[in-house]
């Protein structure tokens, strides 16, 4: 986890009118916008880390600009249970359809959907923009920015994290590297109970964090800028297909 249990619940606790779903600290996913790339950590310890994408039109929880949310947000639905891999979906409901990796002409949600909650006012609004994390069949484009606002995956590596990801689990998405998990040393109980994690506390995500370039181009602010006009420009063609 990027921050000591104890951290985490006092964010929550500070935002609780967010939440809905009681969280699970015990399971946490931190996805990094600079490194396109999301870990999977249960007590402390690195689970697994997968290749993902964010969203083309940068970040931002404004509503009609298809950006990435930044903070921390919660697994609030899951849907999808024993759907084959490539399954597509629409508004959420199953199509019959199922397809290979890269079909050509094709960029629908397939495979799982893991709904997020925002946990705080930064990301108040994702619930309701529908932000996921989901698979794709467009996998050549896994590892940059492609998305509509969403989280994409590869559907097999979806398919993965979501039979390990339980509803209420954690989710924090950072403009910053992913954080170096010191795997193998025990971890300590505090006084109370709590048990600390083997993860090197990042920086907090403050003004100055948000300076710090998510890309090796482009600061976190132009790719708010970006996402602004882009949303802007797309909104009126991509009203009818947009998907997140």
Not at 58 to 72: E, H, V
Request: hydrophobic share 40%; charged share 20%; net charge positive.
């Amino acid at each position: 986890m990027l921050r000591p249990v104890a951290v985490i619940l006092s964010v929550i606790s500070a935002t609780s009118a967010f939440a809905i779903t009681p969280v699970d600290t015990s399971n946490q996913l931190i996805i990094s916008v600079r490194d396109q790339k999301l870990i999977l950590l249960r007590n402390g310890d690195k689970v697994a880390t997968y290749p993902i994408s964010t969203s083309m039109f940068g970040l931002g929880d404004a509503w009609g600009r298809m950006t990435t949310p930044l903070g921390y947000l919660a697994v609030e639905k899951k849907i999808g249970d024993n759907v084959p891999v490539g399954a597509v979906f629409h508004n959420r409901r199953l199509t019959g359809e199922v397809l290979q990796p890269n079909a050509p002409g094709r960029d629908p949600i397939t495979t799982r959907i893991i709904w997020l909650r925002g946990l705080e006012a930064q990301n108040a609004h994702a619930f309701q923009r529908c932000i996921y994390i989901h698979g794709t069949p467009e996998e050549k484009k896994i590892g940059r920015p492609a998305s509509y606002g969403c989280i994409r995956m590869k559907s097999r590596d979806v398919a993965e994290l979501y039979a390990q990801v339980p509803v209420g689990a954690v989710v924090q998405i950072v403009p910053d590297r992913l954080p170096k998990v010191e795997k193998g040393k025990p971890r300590q109980e505090t006084s109370n109970g709590v048990v600390a994690a083997n993860v090197t506390p990042p920086p907090q995500i403050t003004a100055t964090t948000l300076a710090t370039p998510p890309s090796s181009s482009l600061t976190v602010e132009q790719m708010r800028m970006a996402g602004a006009l882009a949303g802007a420009r797309q909104k009126t063609k991509l009203a009818t297909n947009k998907r997140f």
